[in-house]
């Protein structure tokens, strides 16, 4: 295909030049020669990449084109669909990786030559990873009718270039890495079609599942509950969405050597896989469907603990997920917490508890998977084994407050999670009980739940931690707060005027970047190469706190590190806020919303150049408005041209603000935690009147 074939859209020129959308739009504005729309809509017109890239260069705003983003581009204008373009990256991958030299014989070949040959040189490694699921698995995304459910590859010569730059970027990424961030791009521009689950949560389910050759997922969405499975021999996946089902296919097919079986279909009302017996399920299902096959599936044999209501869809799959466990199986889904409580389900969860089929129920904190407003639950189910006692008691764990400072997703501690979790599980499952942790763990006699409510939920039934840590620490954070309120009292500057406003010279951060004064990157969604590295999150910029975000699993854009004496720049909300990057914070990934500014130290410091962009007047001029938000626009911010000595010494003035702004947060902090810490104690009786 030509390079200039390839279409792009505003989201996709703010991508490849760093910048946010608004800074396209002000671009289309300002510059006559900006390449004209050559498709789309009015509403979001798109336009010749080659154009775009051209543009970009001459004026200084591109260097290169990565060829991750050459290769996205040109699946996502695939004349068919970008799913369908993507199911035939991953077969090539495949091919790619497990037959090199037949690649190789075959990228000699002219483009139409290689469309034709394609087909047959895929088959066999289908064949051998999908077996005779291939066939229904990619036949509703152009399969060939003559290659037995292959994609069809030989469609035409417009796939052949796309197919190619794959194969170039899995020499460069790897084979798995490039397929996952080819996925992740597409779910990205999908997100309001997919419910997907977090690698947090799933890495927390696999772990709690344990060892298991054989495990299934009901509901596999993208597999990244499946994904997570270390060393399975076979992995079992169905989806109602039959695109999702086949990229989740080829997903697990390159992620590991398991036998991959999965199958697209209505999951209760047609099982796919009616006879497996699996050592483990995990599960995040669809939660509080009504049209679940309620009236269809009345006398299904997989309700052995009783007939789930219309309202307790969530139900129906816990049955079904231990109706396919062996005995002795563990199931682990992911839950809304209304189902450990409504009066609709109590019979059921009686059953469980009475049968020892339900081990433990496990608060998330809120912001943990999808629906990210409420603390979701976690489930663990075992399938009983016959002559074996049922369990005599049930593990309930809370680990709301473990989230973080602030809550929400972005400021999870993955690890403080997982780990107080795992720590409960492990030794009651290796013993039937557990040490009690108050406020984190309990392990609770089945006899106090089977009253009449059944009311699962773990904070209702865990002793509340000592308030505070106790008077002990709430006494050293008294004795924290005086000392820090003693220093905002040494710290608090002086202001001192001018007669009148200096007369200088002004410059803007985008005629210093084109100076090769100082460097703009912008945040995003960078990606872990296995080192853990923490993200410095916009709300870390706001309430400067440590890096508290974490990367996710994948190849996705190369993250941006953070180094000491950087300036990090929120882009949406006014400006109010700029940070300099310190010895602390310097190595962490630049998250989303986020710009850095990276000043060459012979000609800008990095304190005057920070103190300068916070101005708010400086804010408001670079600023655009949409109907929701305000953007700010980093390459118009202006600051003044002075030689580096003033700078240093406006610099040494800008650094001391933010001293005195950071004692002032820390005593706020401190001031929260100590009146709620008396609140609680004295509530609870643990602090005397």
Same mark, same amino acid.
């Given at each position: 295909m030509p390079e200039n074939a390839s279409e792009v859209t505003a989201a996709g020129i703010a991508r490849l030049a760093g910048v946010g959308r608004a800074a396209v739009s002000n671009w289309r504005r300002r510059h006559a020669d900006f390449p004209k729309p050559v498709g789309g809509t009015e509403t979001s017109p798109s336009f010749a990449l080659a154009e775009v890239e051209q543009w970009l260069r001459d004026q200084g705003k591109l260097a290169e084109v990565p060829l991750r983003e050459r290769v996205w581009q040109l699946l996502a204008d695939h004349s068919a669909t970008a799913a369908t373009a993507l199911v035939q990256a991953g077969c090539t991958l495949l091919l790619v990786r497990d037959r090199p030299s037949l690649w190789q014989e075959l990228t000699a070949a002219s483009d139409k030559r290689m469309a034709e040959l394609l087909p047959t040189a895929v088959e066999p490694v289908l064949a051998a990873r999908f077996g005779e699921d291939r066939g229904d698995l990619f036949r509703e995304l152009g399969a060939s009718e003559r290659s037995s459910g292959v994609p069809s590859i030989a469609g035409g010569v417009h796939?052949?270039?796309?197919?190619?730059?794959?194969?170039? $970027?899995?020499?460069?990424?790897?084979?798995?890495?490039?397929?996952?961030?080819?996925? #992740?791009?597409?779910?990205?521009?999908?997100?309001? !079609?997919?419910?997907?689950?977090?690698?947090?949560?799933?890495?927390?389910?696999?772990?709690?599942?344990g060892p298991a050759a054989t495990v299934l997922d009901p509901a596999a969405g993208a597999g990244t509950l499946l994904r997570a499975v270390e060393n399975p021999s076979?992995?079992?996946? !169905?989806?109602?969405?039959?695109?999702?089902?086949?990229?989740?296919?080829?997903? *697990?097919?390159?992620?590991?050597?398991?036998?991959?079986?999965? &199958?697209?279909?209505?999951?209760?009302?047609?099982? +796919? @896989?009616?006879?497996?017996?699996?050592?483990? =399920?995990?599960? %995040?299902?669809?939660?509080?469907?009504?049209?679940? #096959? %309620?009236?269809?599936?009345?006398?299904?044999?997989?309700?052995?603990?009783?007939?789930?209501?219309?309202?307790?869809?969530?139900?129906?799959?816990? !049955? %079904?997920?231990?109706?396919?466990?062996?005995?002795g199986g563990t199931a682990v889904l992911l839950m809304p917490p209304a189902a450990a409580s409504r009066r609709s389900g109590r019979r059921i969860r009686a059953g469980l508890l009475r049968r020892g089929a339900l081990r433990a129920v496990v608060s998330l904190p809120a912001g943990a998977a999808?629906?990210?407003?409420?603390?979701?639950? *976690?489930? =663990?189910? &075992?399938?009983?084994?016959? #002559?074996?006692?049922?369990?005599?008691? $049930? *593990?309930l764990v809370d680990t709301a407050e473990l989230a973080g400072a602030g809550g929400g997703r972005d400021k999870l501690d993955w690890q403080a999670v997982q780990s107080a979790v795992l720590d409960a599980w492990q030794p009651f499952d290796r013993h039937g009980t557990a040490e009690e942790r108050p406020g984190v763990s309990r392990a609770v006699p089945v006899i106090e739940l089977l009253d009449d409510d059944v009311d699962l939920a773990p904070a209702r039934h865990l002793p509340p931690p000592a308030a505070g840590g106790g008077a002990a620490e709430l006494l050293r954070v008294r004795d924290r707060l005086a000392d820090t309120l003693r220093?905002? #009292?040494?710290?608090?500057?002086?202001?001192?005027? %001018?007669?009148?406003?200096?007369?200088?010279?002004?410059?803007?951060?985008?005629?210093?970047?084109?100076?090769? +004064?100082? =460097?703009?990157?912008a945040g995003g969604t960078g990606a872990s190469s296995g080192a853990a590295v923490p993200v410095l999150t916009e709300q870390d910029v706001l309430a400067g706190a440590a890096p508290s975000g974490t990367l996710p699993e994948g190849p996705d854009e190369e993250a941006v590190l953070v180094a000491e004496g950087d300036v990090v720049v929120p882009v949406l909300g006014g400006g109010s806020v700029v940070r300099v990057v310190d010895a602390a914070t310097a190595g962490a990934a630049l998250g989303r919303n986020l710009q850095l500014l990276s000043p060459d130290p012979a000609a800008l410091d990095p304190w005057f150049l920070a103190g300068f962009l916070r101005g708010t007047a400086n804010a408001r001029q670079a600023s655009s408005y949409a109907s929701t938000s305000t953007r700010l626009d980093v390459r118009r911010l202006q600051l003044p041209r002075?030689?580096?000595?003033?700078?240093? &010494?406006?610099?040494?003035?800008?650094?001391? *603000?933010?001293? @005195?702004?950071?004692?002032?947060?820390?005593?706020?902090?401190?001031?929260? !935690?100590l009146v709620q810490g008396l609140y609680d104690g004295l509530a609870d009786g643990s602090l005397t009147a």
């Open positions: 796939s052949v270039p796309l197919l190619r730059s794959v194969a170039e $970027l899995a020499a460069e990424l790897g084979h798995r890495e490039t397929y996952e961030f080819l996925l #992740g791009r597409f779910l990205d521009t999908n997100l309001r !079609q997919y419910t997907l689950t977090p690698p947090g949560p799933a890495a927390l389910m696999a772990a709690v599942a076979a992995l079992y996946a !169905q989806d109602a969405d039959p695109d999702l089902t086949a990229l989740t296919a080829l997903r *697990l097919a390159l992620h590991s050597d398991a036998t991959v079986r999965a &199958r697209s279909g209505d999951t209760l009302r047609a099982d +796919a @896989f009616p006879e497996a017996t699996v050592d483990a =399920v995990l599960c %995040h299902p669809p939660f509080n469907e009504r049209n679940w #096959g %309620h009236d269809e599936l009345a006398y299904d044999p997989r309700w052995e603990y009783g007939f789930p209501a219309r309202t307790e869809s969530e139900l129906a799959w816990v !049955q %079904h997920a231990l109706a396919r466990l062996r005995p999808p629906p990210y407003g409420i603390p979701l639950h *976690l489930w =663990v189910l &075992r399938r009983p084994e016959a #002559g074996k006692p049922p369990a005599s008691e $049930l *593990l220093l905002t #009292g040494e710290l608090t500057p002086a202001p001192s005027a %001018h007669d009148r406003p200096a007369p200088w010279p002004a410059t803007t951060v985008g005629e210093l970047a084109r100076a090769g +004064a100082l =460097v703009i990157r002075l030689p580096l000595a003033d700078q240093r &010494r406006y610099g040494e003035r800008f650094r001391a *603000l933010a001293a @005195f702004e950071d004692a002032l947060r820390l005593a706020g902090r401190l001031g929260e !935690q």
